[in-house]
């Protein structure tokens, strides 16, 4: 019996309705429920790709992110390997779809983009077992951690510089699957060329070592996000700018910049 691929859920909006979606190929399906609470059926109308606005595909409780974790993005910034997970919150305000604008302030300095793999949580817990991780991972969704480097370097702490509005691209979809190959590959392109292209077994620390490490001082929570880390070649981005950030086989999360 053929394997089913897992289900690309997303959020989308059509004539003016939002609605809950599966991603099949080219076309968008509409379904009932969300991906926590259940999918409950599929009505049986689909739209184009093209004609569809990706929305966020939920709404984050917290945005867990994960600095220093691809040896490769640890040197190019001149720091030390970290000893254990480096983690820091993101403001959930800074979340927008993909083909949203991310929005450059002219007076933060250099604004980064940083493509990254990012957890959904699926089953809140506490200390919980690396062994154990699977049963709390609901799937798995792109994120661009866009920083302003020159206040994330000069405040000392990373709140401000991360969570400007805009500043947290999320989607397009969410992969519903417990586990990706160690083989898959975070490729982010700045108007259309490759910047940053990096397999996740090349985290200093794996996504079981995450989960388990952050669910030691802090209780994860049903629909909590975990952006894994960025891989080398991070870079400025501008106005007028086209970034993308893309991870087989979740898909492509696209955003302009504007100011």
């Known amino acids: 019996m053929k394997k ?7 959020r989308f ?7 809950s979606g599966q991603i099949r190929g080219a076309s968008v399906d509409i379904v009932e429920g969300d991906p926590f609470a259940g999918i409950t059926s599929q009505i049986r109308l689909s739209y184009p ?5 990706f929305l966020p595909p939920f709404a984050p409780k917290k945005i867990w992110c994960v600095g220093r974790n691809y040896v490769g993005h640890v ?16 403001a959930t305000s800074a979340v927008t779809g993909a083909n949203d604008f991310i929005r450059i302030p002219e007076w933060a300095g250099p604004i980064h983009y940083e493509g990254e793999l990012a957890v959904v949580i699926g089953k809140g817990g506490k200390n919980i077992p690396e062994e154990n991780v699977c049963e709390h991972i609901l799937g798995y969704t792109i994120m661009n951690d866009v920083t302003a480097r020159a206040l994330q370097n000069k405040d000392g702490q990373w709140t401000r510089a991360k969570s400007f509005d805009t ?7 969410v992969l519903l699957t417990k586990e990706l190959p160690a083989s898959t590959r975070v490729v982010t392109r700045l108007n259309g060329r490759v910047v ?8 200093i620390f794996p996504i079981p070592r995450l989960i388990s490490h952050i669910s030691r001082f802090a209780t994860l929570e049903e629909g909590d996000v975990i952006s894994t880390g960025t891989p080398q070649g991070v ?3 501008k106005p007028g700018d086209l970034v993308e950030v893309e991870i ?3 898909g492509k999360l696209r955003n302009i910049c504007g100011e």
């Open 75 to 90: 040197k190019e910034l001149d720091h030390d390997i970290p000893e254990e997970p480096l983690i820091f919150l993101k």
């Open 49 to 53: 790709v093209e004609r569809v606005k």
């Open 196 to 203: 940053q292209d990096g397999a996740i077994e090349q985290m």
């Open 13 to 19: 909006m059509v004539d003016g309705r939002a609605y």
């Open 167 to 173: 500043f947290a691209p999320l989607g397009p979809a």
């Open 248 to 250: 087989e086989p979740i």
């Open 235 to 237: 870079g400025e981005i």
């Open 4 to 10: 089913e691929n897992p289900a690309l859920y997303c």
